[in-house]
C-alpha cells in the first residue's frame, strides 16, 4: 500500500468520524453534552450541533409537558378523619443540567421522586383542613397552594416545573363510608319525621279552622233562614188578618171546615155534646 492510499485512507476515517459527530435536536427535545460522564454543555437549543466523536456523548429528553399519575394514598386530616386522594401532576423539565444531575435522565426516576415531593405536599395541605374543606371547600385553593409549593422544590431539587396538580377523586375508607351514611340516614329520618310533624301540626290548624268556619257558617245560615221564616210568618199572619178581618163569619167558616176536614181524616168517632160548638155549621150553613 503506498504512502498516498494510506493518507487518503486516514483523510476518509477522519471526515467519517467528524461527520458522525453531528447530531440534531428536535423542539420537543432538550439535550445535554457530557464529556467523560461530567456535564459540559446544557439546554441545548433546537437544531443541529456537533459533539467530538468518542469522547462527547449526548442524551435527548421529552422536553412537552408530562403527566403524573399518582396512586390513591390515604391522607390524615385536621379533624382525624382519613381520605383517600387519587391526584395527578402536569410537568416537564425546567433546567435539563439538574434534571440530569437529580435523576441520571431517568424518567422513573424523576416520576417517583416527583410523586414522593407530591405525597408529601398532599399530606401537609390535608392535615392542615378539615375534611369538609378538603372535599368542597377549599379543594381549588389547596391545589393552588399545593402547585406552588411543589413547584419551588422541584425547580431547585430535579430541575422539575410543575404546572398544575390536581385530584382526580376524594373517597372515604369504607369504615368511614358506613358510618358516614349511617350518620346521614339518621339525620335524613330526623327531617323527615319533623317535616311529618310539621305537616300534621299544619293540617290540624287547617281542619280546625275548616271546622270554625263550618260552625260559623252553619250558624249563619240557620240564623238568616229563621229570620226569613219568620219574616214570611209574620207576612202570612198580616195578608191572612187583613183577608179574614174583611168577613169575620167566612173566615170562621173556613176554619170550622179545615177543623172538620183534619178531624175527621184521622178519627171517624167523635164523642162530643150534641149542642157543642163544634157542630155549629153542620146544624146551621150560617152558623146560628
Known sequence: MSTKTLIIGLLAAILLSAASGFYIVNEKELAIKLQLGEVVESDIQPGLHWALPFVQNVKKFDARILTLDSNPSRY????????????????????????YRATSGNRMEASKLLSNLMNKGLRDEIAARTMHDVVSGERDQLMTKLTGLLNEDTQSELGIEVLDVRVKAIDLPDEL??????????????????????????????????????????????????????????????????????????????????AYTETFKSNDILLLKPDSDFFRYMKDPSGK
Request: charged share 40%; aromatic share 10%; proline share 1%.
Open 177 to 258: 363510608s358506613d358510618s358516614v351514611y349511617q350518620r346521614m340516614s339518621a339525620e335524613r329520618q330526623r327531617e323527615a319525621r319533623e317535616h311529618r310533624s310539621q305537616g300534621r301540626e299544619l293540617g290540624e290548624g287547617i281542619r280546625a279552622d275548616a271546622d270554625r268556619q263550618k260552625t260559623v257558617i252553619e250558624a249563619e245560615a240557620y240564623r238568616d233562614a229563621e229570620r226569613t221564616r219568620g219574616e214570611g210568618d209574620a207576612e202570612a199572619a198580616r195578608i191572612y188578618s187583613s183577608a179574614f178581618s174583611k168577613d169575620p163569619e167566612f173566615y170562621s167558616f173556613t176554619r170550622s171546615l179545615k
Open 76 to 99: 390524615l386530616t385536621s379533624g382525624k378523619k382519613y381520605v383517600i386522594v387519587d391526584a395527578f401532576a402536569k410537568w416537564r423539565i425546567k433546567d435539563v443540567g439538574a434534571y
